[in-house]
């Protein structure tokens, strides 16, 4: 759509709010594509017990979609220079987030 011009996908308006929350939704969400493609090809390095290794593919792969999620439906609707009710995913997918890590942090030096 970017390459055709279309209307309905370049004007997002003047609001800049909008338009800071879809790039912190497309920027964090590839980051977070990047970090799950390196979990998924580590797995064979690292010694995880199996439920570890389950709780913390879930953990990423929540994460990978709150994260981005939220920003994006935080920046649909915004009132003013605040973020929609949308940004509410984004702490639950923080600590999501944080808990994947840590469970994959904590049996990686055994």
């Known amino acids: 759509m970017l390459a055709f011009r279309v209307g309905w996908y370049l004007d997002v308006g003047d609001n800049e709010t ?8 497309h920027a964090h969400g590839t980051l977070l594509s990047l970090l799950n493609i390196v979990f998924a090809a580590s ?14 593919s879930r953990c990423l792969a929540a994460a990978t979609l709150l994260v ?27 600590v999501l987030l944080l808990v994947g890590i840590f469970v994959v942090a904590r049996h990686t030096g055994k």
Not at 18 to 25: C, E, I, S, Y
């Open 43 to 56: 797995l064979t390095r690292l010694c995880l017990p199996t439920d570890s290794r389950v709780m913390a």
């Open 68 to 94: 981005p999620g939220g920003f994006i439906l935080g920046g649909l609707i915004t009132h003013g220079a605040d973020p929609g009710l949308g940004i509410i995913l984004l702490p639950a997918g923080a």
């Open 18 to 25: 909008h338009r800071l929350m879809l790039r912190l939704g």
